[in-house]
């Protein structure tokens, strides 16, 4: 395993082709546009800049880094790498729509992984001819900061495939840790219901939105309220999450809380859009 490809130079595809790239890998970083990647690379040197002032890294270093990452627009670039880390929007038809793609153009040894935070692994990989070499790789935003991969086990995900991601989670500094193929994983299954509860106290007029926040972070020492981390998370991605759960078991206790919906419908996103449960210069 030398070349990995990542799909998608938004916050989280620029996070994966940094820490690949730290890590020695030779990394092609596609988006559908030659701006996207732009942008991402940018995103890149701005983060690798800040190391070089703190002293953690020289900039000839940085070159080093720099110069491991090639910038793609194109999908056929896949056919020369082991590994595709993809990290475009989170929607089931572009995904499978990649993932059929890439099955065509990539060699047969390659892994083809999805970077998706709830859609099933097992789905995507149905897109493909090569079902045991698909798997989920879910990192967590800020890519570079946070040490925790979830590796994903579709239904046919061979044993083989699952320890070799496994050894190039741990080579680019990460904690791996192996879970099924179930709506959310283990992450979001936990987190999100946190969050939407946390909506659902705020809906009912339990409390001001400062106040949830400020007992979860004083009294159960998250650093972050949740009300303050939907926002940071995007308020779309969070109902789209609860939706996955929702439908995924069939449970009524994962409704999403209608004051969500109607934030999102609003266009009130969180951070992203300048305004969510707070508002952002
Ligand atoms: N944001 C998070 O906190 C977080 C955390 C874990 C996982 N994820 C998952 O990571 C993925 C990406 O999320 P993000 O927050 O980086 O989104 P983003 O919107 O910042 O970036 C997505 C990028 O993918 C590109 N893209 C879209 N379609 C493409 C295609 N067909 N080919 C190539 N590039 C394409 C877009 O142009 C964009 O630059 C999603 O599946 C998301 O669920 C997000």
Known sequence: MERIMVIGAGQMGSGIAQVCAQAGYEV????????????????????LSRQVDKGKMTAEELDKVLGRITASNDLQDAKSVDLVIEAA??????????????????????????????????????ATNR??????????NP??????????????????????????????????????????????????????????????????????DSVMKLGMNHPMGPLTLADFIGLDT??????TLYEGFGDPKYRPCPLLRKYVKAGWLGKKSGRGFYVYE
Request: glycine fraction near 4%; aromatic fraction near 6%; charge should be negative.
């Open 131 to 140: 079902p045991e070499k698909v798997i989920g790789m879910h990192f967590m």
């Open 89 to 126: 929007v989170e929607n089931m038809d572009i995904k499978t729509k990649i993932f059929a793609q890439l099955d065509e153009i990539a060699p047969e040894h390659t892994i083809l992984a999805s970077n998706t935070s709830s859609l099933p692994i097992t789905e995507i990989a149905a």
């Open 28 to 47: 092609t970083l596609n988006d559908l546009k030659a701006e996207f990647v732009e942008r991402g690379l940018g995103v890149i040197k701005k983060n």
């Open 143 to 212: 890519v570079p900061v946070m040490k925790l991969v979830e590796i994903i086990r579709g239904l046919a995900t061979a044993d083989e495939v699952y320890q070799t991601i496994e050894d190039i989670t741990e080579k680019i500094g990460k904690v791996p840790v192996e879970v099924n193929d179930f709506p959310g994983f283990v992450a979001n299954r936990i987190l999100m219901p946190m969050i939407n509860e946390a909506i659902y106290t705020l809906y009912e007029g339990v409390a001001s939105k400062e106040d949830i």
């Open 238 to 243: 969070c109902l789209y999450i609860m939706e």
